[in-house]
């Protein structure tokens, strides 16, 4: 068995070109949905992460606005920038980039953006009305696997899946979508994380098997069921090559459907931000 390759660049392209008409009725209304992204230090990863997410917008007509701030920028200097990026009628999505500076508390800052502007869906009112089944915004990673799994005819209901990750970026939030009554979830989800023994044996029941653990090469052939849909979130840097959580090579021999890193999850996530920035502006008028 060689397994289909799940196109993340194509499915991230079709919701872009599907939120299209919706930026074109938002801007003529004169609420043309607007971005701000926080940059706080110069961390290369986070730069390409912004430049990705700038020519994004740039694409479908959505402003973008870029704060670069030094290294040194102090806790009361960014809060201050997030309360008047809150206040600004012209921006409709807040986003601080991470990670943060180690004096920075990252958790205040999270907390500080109006929920209504949290596009990144992680402030606790959002991910608190995720739980209970009635989310405003949902975390933009988790979105774009479920968004995956649905565009590409995977059922999802009835079905075990594995989650191999346990953040409060994706393996938490993620585990709550699936689980709700609702299209593209009602699935059975066990999450799997550093301290579970014997991980093969919950993965290898599974039929879908998340891979979300920032752990190069964790998931191996011989931890998937033959015919699996094995989604792989993970972005690692090994010998200045991108890999993912999953042995790809080898894990595609056995799987029914991957993902490729990159191309697979991580275009997704991009999509789902610019989906969550016009939901923020039509949200706003009243759409």
């Known amino acids: 068995m060689t397994a289909q390759i799940i196109d993340g660049k194509k499915i991230s392209m079709d919701i872009r070109e599907e939120l299209r008409p919706r930026v074109d009725l938002l801007t003529d209304k004169g609420a043309k949905p607007g971005l701000a992204v926080v940059l706080v230090g110069d961390d290369p990863a986070s730069q390409v992460y912004v430049r990705n997410k700038e020519r994004a917008c740039e694409k479908l007509g959505i402003l973008s606005v870029k ?58 009112q959002n991910l608190g009305r995720l739980v209970i089944g009635d989310p405003l915004f949902l975390p933009c990673t988790p979105w774009g ?38 299209k593209g979830a009602n699935a059975t989800v066990t999450v799997c994380h550093t301290r579970t023994r014997n ?55 056995v799987a029914s459907l991957i993902t490729p890193v990159p191309g697979g999850a991580g275009p997704m996530t991009i999509a789902m931000l610019m989906a969550n920035t016009v939901k923020a502006a039509e949200y706003r008028i009243g759409l």
Do not use: C, W
């Not at 990252?106 to 953006?113: D, G, M, Q, V």
């Not at 999802?156 to 939030?173: Q, Y």
């Open 145 to 182: 696997v479920q968004e995956l799994l649905l565009r590409s005819g995977v059922q999802v209901e009835g079905k075990n899946v594995v989650i191999f990750g346990r953040s409060n970026i994706v393996g938490k939030p993620l585990t709550m979508m699936l689980i709700q009554k609702a």
């Open 199 to 253: 991980p093969e044996f919950f993965t290898r029941s599974a039929d879908i098997l998340i891979a979300a653990a920032g752990s190069p090469g964790l998931v191996t052939s011989e931890m998937v069921k033959e015919g699996a849909v094995v989604i792989d979130v993970g972005i690692n840097k090994v010998n200045d090559r991108l890999v993912g959580d999953v042995d790809f090579e080898g894990v595609s021999k």
């Open 67 to 124: 704060h670069d701030l030094s290294q040194e920028t102090s806790q009361e200097e960014l809060l201050a920038l997030v309360e008047n990026l809150n206040q600004d009628p012209s921006i409709h999505g807040v986003l601080v980039q991470l990670p943060l500076p180690s004096h920075i508390n990252e958790k205040e800052i999270l907390y500080a953006i109006s929920p209504e502007k949290d596009v990144d869906g992680f402030h606790p």
